[in-house]
């Protein structure tokens, strides 16, 4: 269940925003045992944050979220912080850098890292991804992966909550797709059962921590574009499967959403990670932790 648990049960702490980001990020870690209990002096930190694409917060992360998650990270410890992402076009540095986030996350001391090689290229190259086995999973049996989230020392995850039209809403699970390779991996996840594939993701990839943005959120439509509401939460935790069932509450809590009416525990996502043991079953297993 990971580090951040309180008598075998992992936590999930929810932050209101009130104004001073960073310290609404570092309230929200240490709810939960705070970042020196995932870092470690001299540690190299892969940062996971959300840019499918360059549209505005929440279509993609919020550069300043993430600088601030930066700063959070080499203040407690970590030597090398990078940075890295795949976007949903093969031009990835282009999408970062009209985003905003290369000049900002440079500036804040992360290495900004594109998977595999920039551009159609990254279709062909082998040096930068490896093809890994999917050990339990069902949909999914092998898939390539970059390369730097094998062999990363820690993992933190930045995921925003909002819905999507093809996966029901994009939360921790489904952030990892951005570790996938293009073009026939990224294809072959679509085709068929993908909300599971999502999940069976996560038994090859675990992030330590996950710090989730929920300051804005698409309640319809997603990922990029959808209607938008704000709840100026900040969320955290060591569990997919927790933070993701507190993030969709979330967004089931304004009229008209696109998941009323669904139990979240039947969403495939969060249905099928239970499943594979990655987490909760139920509320009753584990904990809310406000301020």
Request: hydrophobic share 40%.
């Amino acid at each position: 269940m990971g580090l951040y648990t309180r008598s075998g049960k992992p936590l999930v702490s929810r932050v209101a925003c009130d104004g001073n980001l960073k310290k609404s990020v570092e309230q929200a870690v240490s709810l939960i045992g705070g970042f020196d209990k995932l870092v470690e002096k001299d540690d190299t930190v892969l940062l996971k944050p959300n840019y499918n694409t360059a549209d505005q917060f929440p279509g993609s992360s919020d550069p300043e979220f993430i600088k601030c998650i930066i700063e959070l990270l080499y203040e407690a410890g970590a030597a090398r912080v990078i940075l890295g992402e795949r976007t949903a076009f093969l031009h990835s540095w282009k999408v970062l850098k009209q985003a905003g986030i290369v000049r900002i996350a440079e500036e804040a001391g992360a290495e900004v890292k594109v998977f595999g090689k920039d551009g159609w290229r990254t279709v062909f190259d082998t040096a930068g991804w490896r093809r890994v086995e999917v050990k339990g999973g069902r949909y999914l049996r092998k898939v390539s992966l970059a390369r730097e989230v094998l062999e990363a020392e820690k993992v933190v995850y930045a995921p925003l909550i909002k819905t999507h039209h093809a996966a029901d809403f994009t939360g921790s699970i489904k952030l990892a797709m951005g570790f996938v390779k293009p073009f026939f991996d990224q294809i072959t996840f679509h085709m068929r059962h993908l909300r599971e594939k999502l999940a069976e993701l996560s038994l090859v990839v675990k992030p330590g921590l996950i710090i989730m943005d929920a300051r804005r959120v698409f309640i319809t439509g997603g990922p990029a574009r959808g209607t938008l509401r704000e709840p100026n939460l900040i969320l955290a935790s060591g569990n997919q499967v927790a933070i993701d069932v507190e993030g969709v509450k979330i967004l089931q809590s304004y009229p008209g959403n696109s998941l009323e009416g669904r139990n979240v525990w039947s969403l495939e996502q969060i249905k099928h990670s239970v499943e594979l043991g990655l987490g909760p079953r139920s509320e009753e297993e584990y904990e809310l932790v406000t301020s």
